[in-house]
């Protein structure tokens, strides 16, 4: 069975699920996250852009997230 964003890539039709966790409001990425990150690199500025949120505040995101990331690491 295909998933929500599967089918939206595939037929090339933006997503209007607005309760689907991955549901953004971004329509140059069918409104999906995952779609949108299937792009390739992106600059922290491209980033932002999609979310609506700065280049900084995108920083500060992927430095907790790598924080997070060495830890759990650094435990098994």
């Known amino acids: 069975m295909m998933k929500c964003f599967e089918i939206h890539k595939a037929c090339k039709i933006d997503c209007n699920k607005r309760e ?13 996250t995952l779609i949108a990150s299937q792009d390739g690199p992106m600059t922290l ?28 690491v650094s435990r098994e």
Do not use: A, P
Request: aromatic residues 8%; charged residues 30%.
């Open 20 to 32: 689907c966790k991955y549901w953004i409001d971004h329509t140059q990425s069918m409104n999906c």
């Open 45 to 72: 500025q491209e980033i932002g852009d999609i979310f609506g949120v700065t280049r900084m505040r995108i920083c500060q995101l992927e430095k907790r997230i790598l924080k997070k990331l060495k830890s759990t």
